[in-house]
């Protein structure tokens, strides 16, 4: 008896493994599905494959990556963020899932938690350079133009080719410069107001 016993739980272990790992393959053949999707543009696709991997593997990080990028690429910034999270709860240091949230944060307009992010990318890795253009941005859309400059000059001293940072920076100093012509002709300054209509144009 105690033969037969050990015999059938080495029968059920077998069945049980032999389950999980039908399980691990479908969620592979889901994940490649999702990848090929992915590649041709077909990115609702991808989400719906990349979603079936999850659920046949839970833990399955980089479904939820590349999930994470399918929705954004289709709009669907919440779901991009919540996916991201997933993924940074396991690579707690890596720069770019700071920066890749940090975006979907920007699209939905909370800014602070964009530059937050932002700021942890950096701090990962000091010479990120799209990280300071991404982090000026959200500073510049939250009124903080001074800072913005401060971001985009980095980005510049890093990669003096980087022309998204000149126009960036560029628009940074004309809106500020609108805050302040605007500020000075509400208290009666002509030649202020007379600069802001000009800047307006």
């Excluded at 029968?11 to 590649?39: E, I, M, P, R």
């Excluded at 010479?127 to 300071?132: L, S």
């Excluded at 000149?166 to 500020?183: E, H, L, N, P, T």
Aim: proline fraction near 2%; aromatic fraction near 16%; hydrophobic fraction near 35%.
């Amino acid at each position: 008896m105690k033969k037969i016993g050990i015999t059938l739980l080495a029968v059920l272990t077998s069945v049980l493994w032999l389950q999980t790992a039908a399980q691990g393959a479908d969620a592979q053949f889901y994940f490649d599905k999702g990848g090929s999707y992915f590649n041709e543009g077909q990115f609702d696709k991808a989400i719906e494959s990349y979603t079936e991997a999850i659920s046949l593997r839970p833990e399955f990080i980089e479904a939820y990556y590349n999930r994470g990028q399918a929705y954004y690429k289709t709009n669907h910034y919440d779901k991009a963020i919540s996916d991201f999270s997933k993924v940074i709860e396991s690579y707690p240091e890596n720069a770019e899932l700071y920066n890749l949230r940090g975006l979907a944060y920007f699209k939905v307009g909370r800014y602070d938690s964009a530059i937050e992010d932002e700021t942890k990318a950096v701090s990962i890795e000091p010479g990120f350079v799209a990280a300071y253009l991404n982090r000026g941005v959200s500073y510049a859309k939250s009124g903080q133009y001074d800072k913005a400059i401060e971001d985009y000059d980095k980005a510049i001293s890093l990669k003096p080719d980087y022309i998204d940072a000149y126009y960036s920076r560029g628009v940074a100093y004309v809106r500020k410069a609108s805050s302040d012509f605007k500020r000075a002709c509400d208290k009666g300054n002509k030649f202020a107001c007379d600069n802001l209509k000009q800047l307006s144009q």
